[in-house]
Structures are given as C-alpha cells and as structure tokens.
C-alpha cells in the first residue's frame, strides 16, 4: 500500500462522525491489506447488522438476507485489495450487498417488502399512528398491520430503483450523497426518484391515512 496515497479524498459523508467512521475503517481495511486477515473481522463485526437488516427489507427472507450478508463480505473481503479509499468502505460494502440483493431479487422474481419495524421508533411517527388510531377508533397493532399491507401494496408498485432508494433513506438512514455512490447515480437522480416515490406513496395511501 502506498503510504503517500491520500485515501477518502472522493468520499461522500454525511456529517463528521461519518468522517471519523471512514477514516477508521480505512485504517483497518489497510491491516487488512497488509496481511493482517483477522483485521477483517472488525468490520463484519461493526457491519454485519446494517447489512443483514438492508438485505432482509429488500427480500423479506431471513436465510435469503443471511446467506447474501455473508456472500457480501465474502466478496469484499476478495477484492478488499481493491478498495483504495476513494469512498468510505461502509459505502462501497453497502454497494456490493445491495447488488447482491437485487440480483437475488430479479433472478428469482422476488417481492421486496418496506417494513415499519424501525420507522416506529421515530417519535413523529409514532404521534402520528397514534392520533390516526384515535380517528378511526381502531387498536393501534391492527391499524399498523392494515397499514403495513396497504404500503407493501403500494411498494410493489415502485420501480426496483425507486423502493431501492426508498428503503435505504427510511430504514436505513443513509443520505442522498451517499444513496447516490451506492446507487452509481447522481444526487439529483437519487432526490428525484425519492420524491416521486414519496408522491406516489401518499396518493396510494391517501384515502387509507385521510
């Protein structure tokens, strides 16, 4: 490895922390570079749950989502001498399982499902399940469950790309910029396909959440 290189000069973060994050994450990926193998362990242990939950919600099957986590870092770990730093390694991981995922999707014709499981622990959100339960008088488990199909229904309605980018700005987290390098798309394609997609699930949903 060449210690004059000057790695992340290209990465896409979202805030200083995430910085911090990448620069850490550079210094091992460099162990690991080095020879150092057991190194590698460090970012299947910091990562393995992020990517097991983003492949779980784009195929909705526990030993799918598993077996295709560990496939990522499986490959990543085969071209780990690859990776130079030009992006945060948790962005170029998160690229490698998520194409993982989609190819998994097409090649088997699979459904992917949005999940309100972590959406809920949003405090705003909950206000609002809560004042919706309220309005319809309807006990709030049995509301969530109605809404979750009818948002499902709505999902496969989406194009791949737009309930991809869906899935990684709401459960995820993740920021346009780096939807954007996980995606190979510009930031402005990554709003825009979020915005048409928000639009198109609030008409859906509309009559149902009114």
Not at 86 to 100: E, K, P, V
Request: glycine share 4%; charged share 25%.
């Amino acid at each position: 490895m060449n210690p004059a290189a000057k790695p992340l000069t290209k990465t896409l973060v979202a805030s200083p922390e995430r910085q911090i994050e990448a620069a850490g994450d550079w210094t091992v990926v460099q162990h690991v570079q080095a020879g150092d193998v057991a190194a590698f362990d460090q970012l299947i242990l910091k990562y393995r749950e992020r990517v097991y939950a983003m492949v779980y919600h784009m195929t909705a099957n526990r030993e799918d989502a598993a077996d295709l986590t560990q496939d990522a870092f499986i490959k990543a770990f085969q071209s780990i001498h690859r990776f130079q730093g030009q992006s945060a390694f948790f962005t170029w991981l998160y690229r490698i399982a998520l194409n993982g995922a989609l190819s998994h999707i097409r090649r088997n014709k699979l459904r992917s499902f949005f999940s309100f499981d972590k959406i809920q622990e949003d405090p705003a959100v909950a206000e609002v399940l809560s004042q919706l339960t309220d309005k319809k008088d309807v006990p709030r488990d049995v509301f969530v469950g109605e809404l979750q199909e009818k948002l499902n229904e709505a999902m496969m309605k989406l194009s791949i790309p737009h309930r991809t980018v869906v899935t990684l700005f709401e459960i995820d987290g993740l920021s346009h910029e780096e939807i954007a390098s996980i995606m190979h798309c510009s930031v402005g394609t990554v709003r825009s396909r979020l915005h048409y997609a928000k639009q198109f699930l609030q008409a859906e949903l509309h009559a149902y959440v009114q």
